[in-house]
């Protein structure tokens, strides 16, 4: 049974920056695609970025994509969100989320596939 622990979220600038981080415990790390997810209030919860078991690919969408990175640290067994240029409709919950190394590359924006959640961390950027 794996656990995710993110950390990391804060209160920001518009224009900011922050890391997230996402602790992961009990499980093999490196058999697990990491995901970011983030919630804004009275919305759905959305994919944002993936990274594969051994970080050589990627998948980010299109609206943060060149603000935000996704990478991980299988020895440290934590995988990263940098966001950098932070505006205020990046507000939301950020949860991160582990997937078998087994699923479908193109599955991954399903929250369906995700195995394990992390409890969320809260992004709120000021304008």
């Known amino acids: 049974q794996m656990q995710l622990v993110e950390s990391g979220g804060g209160v920001v600038q518009a224009g900011g920056s922050l890391r997230l981080s996402c602790a992961a415990s009990?499980?093999?790390?490196?058999?697990?695609?990491i995901s970011w997810f983030r919630q804004a209030p009275g919305k759905e919860r959305k994919f944002l970025a993936t990274?594969?078991?051994?970080?050589?690919?990627?998948n980010i969408i299109d609206s943060v994509k060149g603000r935000f990175t996704i990478s991980r640290d299988n020895a440290k067994n934590t995988a990263y969100l940098q966001m950098n240029t932070l505006k205020p409709e990046d507000t939301a919950v950020y949860y991160c989320?582990?997937?078998?190394?087994?699923?479908?590359?193109?599955?991954?924006?399903?929250?369906?596939?995700?195995?394990?959640w992390g409890q969320g961390t809260q992004v709120t950027v000021s304008s």
């Open positions: 989320a582990a997937a078998n190394k087994a699923m479908l590359w193109n599955s991954l924006r399903s929250k369906r596939v995700y195995a394990y």
């Open positions: 009990g499980g093999t790390f490196s058999n697990y695609y």
């Open positions: 990274i594969s078991w051994n970080g050589d690919l990627t």
